[in-house]
């Protein structure tokens, strides 16, 4: 069985983070393995309250990791900190991972901040530049690239600007704007546009944590780039159709939607 590590933080609620990338890879049929970065306290109305892991803590989980199963891919969430981001960085390259899919994450989507100011410098400094392919959604896609994003011309424009600076290929998530979720992936001057559709719920907790694992798993399972993000966008689509609500505000999607067997039967 192929294996992917998430780097990421804990949502107490279930709908994002590690609880997301877990739930995520292993309906994607890969084994997944966690190095926490912090704890949040939230739900699905909100982030209560962020404690970010020690930088040694997080180097020693890496370690513990990647010298006993070996991780496939890997995929980078939210690190809030300046030095958490150079202990991966620096562990990431002392191990030379793999498949390394980085979901910049710095705004939640109840709008809490999920990251120092100071440290999307150091983010893009070291993390980025080993990333094979970021996941920015359009506000965090202009932070990266500077420019503003209105039109698809203006994703375009903004994801080759990210790529030529970082080395590395762009998804660019549609979700944040007026195009039915169309993504733009810009993969060697390549550009395609995987068309969504906007499903009519709010329950859109952890889509982005989602989507990135869906990609990571399938690029450990040896497809394409190209290929693991289109199987990532239907397997989000789906659990996104599955319709669950849970919580008062934005609840999470139905990971399991899939799922079938006699353990999963209910009463």
Avoid at 115 to 135: G, S
Wanted: glycine residues 10%.
């Amino acid at each position: 069985m192929k294996t992917v590590l998430t780097i990421a933080g804990s949502d107490s609620s279930g709908g994002a983070g590690i609880q997301a990338d877990l739930k995520t890879m292993t309906m994607n049929g890969v084994f997944g393995m966690s190095a926490v970065t912090a704890l949040t306290a939230q739900n699905t109305c909100g982030v209560r309250s962020i404690l970010n892991v020690s930088p040694e803590f997080l180097g020693q989980e890496l370690d513990a990791v990647f010298s006993d199963i070996r991780p496939d891919a890997v995929k980078i969430g939210m690190v809030s900190d300046g030095a958490l981001i150079r202990i991966i960085a620096d562990r990431l390259t002392h191990y030379a991972a793999e498949h390394i899919v980085l979901d910049p994450v710095m705004v939640a989507t109840s709008g809490a901040r999920l990251i120092e100011e100071k440290a999307v410098e150091t983010l893009t400094d070291l993390l980025i530049p080993l990333a094979e392919v970021i996941t920015p959604n359009i506000p965090e896609a202009e932070v990266l690239s500077g420019l503003a994003i209105t039109t698809e011309a203006d994703m375009r424009e903004a994801a080759a600007s990210i790529a030529k600076t970082f080395g590395c290929s762009v998804l660019v998530k549609g979700g944040h704007s007026h195009n039915d979720a169309n993504d733009l992936l810009y993969e060697r001057g390549t550009v395609t546009w995987f068309q969504g559709r906007r499903i009519d719920t709010h329950n859109t907790h952890g889509t982005g944590c989602t989507l990135s694992s869906a990609i990571a798993a399938n690029l450990a399972k040896g497809f394409g780039l190209h290929e693991s993000v289109g199987r990532a966008k239907e397997y989000v689509s789906g659990a996104l159709a599955a319709m669950l609500d849970l919580g008062r505000g934005s609840g999470p999607m139905n990971h399991a939607f899939d799922l079938q067997g006699r353990f999963a039967e209910g009463m």
